[in-house]
């Protein structure tokens, strides 16, 4: 229930990419804690809900507190006017063309949405003069080949049109913070996966793999590099992170990580372990998987978000890889 306006009116929040791996799990947060959630998804000739389907409840229903709304970040003119019907007292913006391979292909789009995509939305909260708190995902990305360990002050050095689209977003979000004063801040956050995972990333990639060769059907897994380093965390944890960042007094932007380092070959050793596999004997090299530009290493520092936030990261990636695989078993058998 809603702290700052003094009643036992249900906040509002709107979330953007709800359909997706974090929208999914901040929904489900946001429900737990009492929320009334608004998410925008967009048109399509097939059913994208399915990772909030179990949380979906009919509109009409009494007590309903979900509710989805046609719509894109590459229109301006529909996020203002939905913006001022649902007047949300909190914007969390985890919509994205978020896939950084992909980027390289479809980059002109992935600036589109990503980077102007932020703009759009946070122009038309100043626009109509909305009084919310708002949340932009940044992502570690941003930093690409700075060295690590990486932090609030580290300078930028985006490696994919992914990670450049990231640093606009991230510096338009301040621009609008500092300039008209508007509670906006940066989640900057380092590679979260989890069960909902897209398939395509390379976390869930390895786990749903392993599942599918343990069950005899496949044998083969074609990687890219393996020797990246990365601070995997698990996004449940994460989503508690932003929705922490727009309770404090204060905006300001913080980096969200678990200060670990691991790479894809440590990843794809805990994952085949786990079923009792050794993954040199199905992991076959594929330079189609590579990036133009790699990033060779990705490690967070923290310390701000636990001190200020009292936030601290529990699972790693051993024990997220456990948790992942055991999903992907838990699917294939139905």
Not at 26 to 40: D, F, I, Q, R
Not at 141 to 155: I, L
Not at 197 to 206: D, H
Request: net charge negative.
């Amino acid at each position: 229930m809603s702290k700052r306006s003094g009643n036992t009116v249900p906040k509002k929040a709107l979330i953007t990419g709800i359909t997706g791996q974090d929208g999914s799990y901040m929904a489900e947060l946001l429900l737990a804690k009492g929320y009334e959630v608004h998410g925008l998804i967009r048109r399509a000739s097939t059913f994208n809900t399915g990772r909030i389907e179990h949380l979906y409840a009919d509109p009409h229903e009494q007590g309903a507190r979900l509710f989805l709304h046609y719509a894109d970040l590459t229109e301006g003119s529909r996020l203002a006017t939905l913006l001022s019907r649902i007047a949300p007292e909190e914007v969390y913006n985890l919509a994205a063309q978020s896939h950084v391979r992909v980027s390289f292909d479809e980059p002109e789009y992935t600036a589109d949405s990503t980077a102007l995509g932020t703009t759009r939305l946070l122009e038309a909260i100043r626009m109509i003069d909305l009084n919310c708190r708002f949340y932009q995902a940044s992502s570690s990305e941003m930093f690409g080949a700075t060295p690590p360990p990486q932090d609030e002050d580290t300078p930028f050095y985006p490696r994919s049109p992914y990670g450049a689209a990231k640093v606009y977003a991230y510096w338009m979000t301040r621009n609008y913070r500092e300039a008209y004063g508007m509670f906006a801040v940066n989640g900057i956050l380092f590679n979260h996966e989890s069960p909902r995972r897209g398939e395509t990333f390379v976390t869930r990639k390895i786990t749903r793999s392993v599942a599918r060769i343990k069950a005899g059907l496949e044998d083969t897994l074609f990687m890219g590099n393996i020797d990246a380093a990365r601070d995997w965390g698990y996004a449940p944890e994460y989503v508690e992170a932003m929705w922490r960042m727009l309770q404090h007094d204060t905006p300001t932007d913080y980096v969200v990580a678990t200060g670990t380092s691991y790479t894809v070959r440590d990843f794809l050793r805990f994952a085949f372990e786990h079923a009792g596999l050794d993954w040199e004997a199905y992991v076959k090299f594929d330079e189609r998987y590579l990036r133009p530009t790699e990033v060779d290493s990705l490690i967070g520092d923290p310390s701000k978000s636990a001190r200020v936030l009292g936030w601290k990261p529990q699972v790693l990636p051993p024990e997220l890889a456990r948790i992942m695989v055991e999903a992907d078993m838990r699917l294939l058998a139905g």
